[in-house]
């Protein structure tokens, strides 16, 4: 059964902090994506990778950044974590134009 | 850019059926696709048109017209496992990432 997991389902945070969003895909898939989701926004694009160590910002990517050092895990990071950054975040992940496998969702909150 | 129009909520009764619109505006075009979102769940695939028509799968069935940069998805002999919230998503090249629109919240009542 395919299976993209990201590490922590709830985070708390305090503003400045740094923060790791892990997810860790099983499929060999090539592409990941990193998308946030508010309620009555829908999932908006935060960063996406199409290979190892490739990056490209999506359509929110501010106070953001990723890492890809392996095939299978795409890490999200919040440098200085703002309360504005409190959401749910998916990562997905698919093979070329293929559909998408998400994850279950990182729900942070930002006090 | 991109952007996609779906209504917000829609209400219907079990063992009915209902159709959620899809309009899209983008620079160009590789499909549609639909996605279903159960509270506190992962976004999971319904079903993709890249071609005109309409693609069936079970009780789910999903329309597109490139002409009108309009698309539905069809749910048929509604059931209360149905309640969850479907997003409609178009990319504009094969590689490129999905767009998704802000969802529509199915609530189905008995």
């Known amino acids: 059964d395919v299976k993209v997991t990201q590490s922590s389902r709830y985070l708390v945070k305090r503003t400045g902090e740094k923060v790791f969003l892990e997810c860790v895909q099983d499929?060999?898939?090539?592409?990941m994506f990193w998308y946030r989701q508010d309620p009555g926004l829908g999932l908006r694009l935060i960063y996406f990778s199409y290979d190892v160590k490739m990056k490209e910002k999506g359509d929110i990517p501010e106070g953001y950044s990723v890492s890809r050092e392996k095939k299978e895990r795409f890490s999200l990071i919040l440098e200085s974590a703002s309360t504005n950054q409190t959401s749910m975040y998916l990562c997905?992940?698919?093979?070329?134009?293929?559909?998408?496998?998400f994850g279950e969702g990182s729900r942070l909150t930002v006090l | 850019g991109q952007s996609l129009e779906q209504p917000s909520e829609v209400t219907a009764v079990e063992g009915a059926i209902v159709q959620i619109n899809c309009t899209y505006q983008?620079?160009?075009?590789?499909?549609l696709s639909w996605y279903q979102q159960h509270d506190g769940g992962a976004p999971t695939f319904l079903s993709y048109n890249a071609l005109d028509g309409l693609e069936e799968t079970g009780r789910f069935s999903s329309f597109l017209s490139r002409s009108d940069s309009y698309g539905y998805l069809l749910l048929q002999e509604l059931q209360m496992k149905d309640s969850a919230s479907y997003f409609c998503a178009v990319r504009s090249s094969g590689n490129t990432p999905l767009v998704f629109g802000k969802g529509t919240r199915l609530s189905v009542i008995a």
């Open positions: 997905a992940s698919r093979q070329q134009a293929g559909e998408l496998f």
């Open positions: 499929m060999d898939h090539e592409n």
């Open positions: 983008t620079s160009g075009f590789y499909g």
